[in-house]
C-alpha cells in the first residue's frame, strides 16, 4: 500500500470513529448460530450457544439424570440445554443447565460432572445432512446411543449422530475471574 492510501484510509477511520456513524459493512462478520436456520448451523457457529441435543438413532432429547445423560426426551422443551463453549478450533466443551459437564468417569461411564479437565473437551464433526457427532481426543472414541444410554463407539454410525437444536439458556459458561 502506498503511503497516501494509508494515510487516507487511517483518515476514515478517525473522521468515521469521532462522528459516531462509522461502521462495519455487515458482511465483515461471520454468521452466528442465532441467524442461521438449524438446516445452515456450522461447526464454527456453535460457539457460545445454547442447544437442545437430539439422538439421530431414537429421534430423542438428551436429558439430565443423577449421574449421566439418556436419550429419552420426548419433546425438546424437555431436553437438558448445553451450552458449547469453543476451547479450540471445532472444539467444544458441553455445559448444561445444571451446571454440569458432560465427561466420563474412571469406569469410562460418560456421566457429567462439576470438573472441568480435558476428558470435557469434545472434537465435534458435522455431516452433510447437519447432523453432528462428539469425538473424545482423550478417550479415542466417539459418544453413540444404545437404546437410551450414552455409550463410546470406535467408529460413527447412525447411533453418534445428532441434531442441534439452537434454544435460549441462562446458564453461560462459568468464565475465570
Known amino acids: 500500500m502506498k503511503r497516501k492510501e494509508v494515510i487516507f484510509l487511517l483518515a476514515m477511520l478517525l473522521v468515521g470513529t469521532s462522528v459516531g456513524g462509522f461502521a462495519y459493512p455487515s458482511n465483515c462478520y461471520a454468521a452466528t448460530a442465532e441467524t442461521e436456520s438449524s438446516s445452515e448451523q456450522s461447526i464454527y457457529s456453535l460457539a457460545n450457544h445454547y442447544f437442545k441435543i437430539k439422538s439421530i438413532s431414537n429421534g430423542k432429547y438428551l436429558l439430565g439424570n443423577k449421574a449421566g445423560y439418556e436419550a429419552q426426551a420426548d419433546t425438546a422443551d424437555s431436553g437438558m440445554t448445553f451450552y458449547f463453549k469453543a476451547s479450540d478450533l471445532r472444539e467444544y466443551i458441553l ?3 445444571d ?3 458432560l465427561t466420563y ?3 469410562n461411564a460418560i456421566v ?7 476428558k470435557t473437551r469434545f472434537q465435534v464433526e458435522q455431516y452433510e445432512d447437519n447432523s453432528f457427532s462428539f469425538y473424545s481426543y482423550v478417550k479415542k472414541k466417539y459418544v453413540g446411543i ?7 463407539k470406535d467408529n460413527v454410525d447412525d447411533t453418534c449422530r445428532f441434531e442441534l437444536e ?3 439458556g441462562n446458564n453461560p459458561f462459568p468464565e475465570a475471574d
Open 95 to 97: 455445559f448444561d443447565q
Open 99 to 101: 451446571s454440569k459437564y
Open 105 to 107: 468417569n474412571t469406569f
Open 112 to 118: 457429567r460432572n462439576t470438573t472441568l479437565s480435558d
Open 146 to 152: 444404545k437404546g437410551t444410554s450414552l455409550v463410546w
Open 166 to 168: 439452537l434454544t435460549e
